[in-house]
């Protein structure tokens, strides 16, 4: 489905209440019935949880900004992409006073994101249509994700961030159940031809495959691996399923992010064993 496509669809929707809207759009994305009665696979508890697992704390763990100092209040600081400013509208931003490379992105979607490089090449007229198209959608009414449907639209400056030996940051998200990661994928999210590879709690590689191809050759599992599941539980403490996002950069680890729905829960998962296998570890109250 376009991304035209499913905003036209999205708006046509609104009325909808979310069970229905959702069954609908699974069954778009999927191929399947949603079965909300009795979920049993990943991504129908996915659904399940959007609807019936719903907390305020949720809105600062996926608001960008508010996040960072969720994050510090549990496991320190340090951790987290510096902060360069916080503006209400695009025409706030003083760009004298940011660096010569940094990142905007909006607090409350997962779009909106201008990446310079160079401030000196940057195109201010398409970063502000960029980044006011992000400010007036609000990212609840496209999945039905609660936590994001009263976090104040922002926008902020994070420092831009780098590797010495790669190109392309790689990505390390957990998928932690009832607080304990169980599941994580390494992947480099950002680049052209981007890979994903899943691993048990271990670092054993497990043959599971959702939007990416898998890499021909599987990545290692970082030295910081243990360090990164134990930030992961107390993230998820209490939690019946939470992905936690790491960046490793240059050897210190960073929270990218917190999210409670994988690609909101209509990503195809293959084999469909691994389906109903991840499905078993998001227990849900009957």
């Not at 609807?51 to 496991?75: C, G, L, N």
């Not at 000196?120 to 198209?133: C, F, G, P, T």
């Not at 994070?158 to 990661?181: A, R, V, W």
Request: charged share 35%; proline share 5%.
């Amino acid at each position: 489905m376009g991304r035209e496509v499913q905003n036209a669809l999205v708006s046509c929707l609104r009325f909808l209440p979310d069970d229905t809207y959702l069954k609908l759009i699974y069954r778009l994305k999927v191929g399947k019935k949603l079965n909300l009665d009795n979920p049993q696979t990943y991504t129908e508890k996915i659904q399940w949880l959007k609807i019936h697992d719903r907390k305020p704390i949720y809105t600062t763990m996926v608001d960008k900004y508010e996040a960072k100092k969720y994050i510090e209040s549990i496991i320190g600081s340090g951790h987290t992409i510096p902060t360069l400013g916080i503006w209400n509208t695009f025409d706030e931003i003083d760009f004298e006073k940011l660096p010569e490379r940094f990142v905007l992105k909006c607090t409350h979607d997962s779009g909106g994101l201008v990446i310079c490089k160079d401030k000196n090449k940057l195109d201010k007229k398409e970063a502000s249509r960029k980044i006011n198209k992000s400010l007036k959608t609000n990212f609840y009414w496209v999945g039905r994700e609660w936590p994001y449907k009263n976090v104040k639209p922002r926008i902020i400056a994070e420092k831009y961030m780098t590797s010495q030996n790669e190109e392309c940051l790689t990505d390390y998200k957990f998928f932690c159940f009832e607080g304990e990661p169980k599941i994580v994928y390494i992947s480099k999210d950002k680049a052209k031809d981007p890979r994903t590879d899943f691993f048990d709690a271990s670092g054993n590689f497990l043959p599971i495959r959702m939007r990416d191809k898998n890499s021909d050759v599987p990545p290692r599992i970082p030295e910081q691996f243990e360090q990164m599941k134990e930030i992961a539980r107390k993230l998820s403490c209490g939690l019946k399923h939470l992905r936690v996002d790491f960046y490793l950069i240059d050897g210190k680890i960073y929270v990218g992010e917190l999210t409670f729905y994988h690609n909101g829960g209509f990503s195809e998962v293959k084999p469909e064993e691994w389906n109903y296998k991840l499905g078993e570890m998001i227990k849900i109250d009957e």
